[in-house]
T-cell receptor, first 116, second 113 residues
Framework: DAKTTQPPSMDCAEGRAANLPCNHS???????VYWYRQIHSQGPQYIIH???NNETNEMASLIITEDRKSSTLILPHATLRDTAVYYC?????????????????FGQGTILTVHP | DAGITQSPRHKVTETGTPVTLRCHQT?????MYWYRQDPGHGLRLIHYSYGVKDTDKGEVSDGYSVSRSKTEDFLLTLESATSSQTSVYFC????????????FGSGTQLSVL
């Protein structure tokens, strides 16, 4: 699975959009981009995933560049409860030739702090 | 929140004793996973299950065994606990094969003294 690079920390004002970048320059054509977050002392929480097209759900938007070498997670109106570690993960699912289920490599992620 | 319950939430045990952690789901999802989380290592997959009685090893399976006799329960056993197994253990479930959309439990803090 491709490796990802994220800034170690970011700050955001409450109510503003939080834009979290992720570089995955070695991504292969059938690898998905996943975003998870982990609030202190809780289990990781799935946010969103995508392959090529931009995606949006009730939590966030995922913007993937045309060459797929980077992506941005957008929290449109950050709240204090969005303070967490955000993980960008690239994974080759089993159906696409991967060899292991659930083998998500959680790196160090980005610590997002939302300020009042 | 997905219906995942981990028990116990906290456990302190001594080196050499057996320990079993339980993960119970009410979602009827086919796939279940056990991860451990340690500072500096992130989350690492221990074992996973793709159906009743169907399990396989993850990247850090040494010293651990699992069993799944029912869809809803996935047990992780440390046959003889060691201090290196002190960690936070997370159970996760997923419904869809090939898409890694996992739902995690709240975790079990295990301390091996």
């Amino acid at each position: 699975d491709a490796k990802t690079t994220q800034p170690p920390s970011m700050d955001c004002a409450e109510g503003r959009a939080a834009n979290l970048p992720c570089n995955h320059s070695t991504i292969s054509g059938n690898e998905y981009v996943y975003w998870y977050r982990q609030i202190h002392s809780q289990g990781p929480q799935y946010i969103i995933h995508g392959l090529k097209n931009n995606e949006t759900n009730e939590m966030a938007s995922l913007i993937i560049t045309e060459d797929r070498k980077s992506s941005t997670l957008i929290l449109p109106h950050a709240t204090l409860r969005d303070t967490a570690v955000y993980y960008c993960i690239v994974s080759l699912g089993v159906n696409a030739g991967g060899t292991s289920y659930g083998k998500l490599t959680f790196g160090q992620g980005t610590i997002l702090t939302v300020h009042p | 929140d997905a219906g995942i319950t981990q028990s116990p939430r906290h456990k302190v045990t001594e080196t050499g004793t057996p320990v079993t952690l339980r993960c119970h789901q009410t979602e009827n999802h086919r796939y279940m996973y056990w991860y451990r989380q340690d500072p500096g290592h992130g989350l690492r997959l221990i074992h996973y299950s793709y159906g009743v009685k169907d399990t396989d090893k993850g990247e850090v399976s040494d010293g651990y065994s699992v069993s799944r006799s029912k869809t809803e329960d996935f047990l992780l056993t440390l046959e003889s606990a060691t201090s290196s197994q002190t960690s936070v253990y997370f159970c996760a479930i997923s419904e869809t094969q090939g898409v890694e959309k996992l739902f995690f439990g709240s975790g079990t803090q295990l301390s091996v003294l």
